[in-house]
């Protein structure tokens, strides 16, 4: 991709993303964690998980240059993940059996 291509392309996603709306990311800095819970209208839960240095660095280093917030990454992170999961699931007819039982009124279970 050329320069002129590259730049075309971020001013493009810019326009775009400046059009979205605020995060709720965006919108906790100007309100604070406990404002959120309170502004948003949705039930909020926090996620919290112990992660190795090396990772936490690469994301906060990675953050820095993205200028997001952990919040925004990892809630856009979890969408895409998500959806690849439920796309995986359906492809691979997961529950199948489950639902065979279901149909034959046997128990749930493994």
């Avoid at 400046?18 to 909020?44: F, H, N, R, Y």
Wanted: hydrophobic content about 40%; some cysteine; charged content about 30%.
């Amino acid at each position: 991709m050329t320069y002129f291509e590259q730049y075309m392309q971020h001013r493009a996603l810019s326009f775009k993303f400046s059009t979205a709306g605020s995060s709720l990311g965006q919108i906790e800095k100007l309100v604070g964690p406990e404002g959120l819970d309170q502004i948003s209208g949705i039930k909020l839960q926090n996620v919290c998980a112990k992660l190795a240095q090396p990772l936490v660095d690469r994301l906060d280093q990675a953050l820095s240059v993205l200028d997001m917030t952990k919040r925004d990454f990892i809630e856009l992170a979890l969408i895409e993940a998500l959806d690849k999961v439920d796309a995986i699931l359906d492809e691979t007819n997961a529950f199948e059996f489950v639902d065979a039982r279901a149909e034959r009124g046997e128990p749930e279970g493994k």
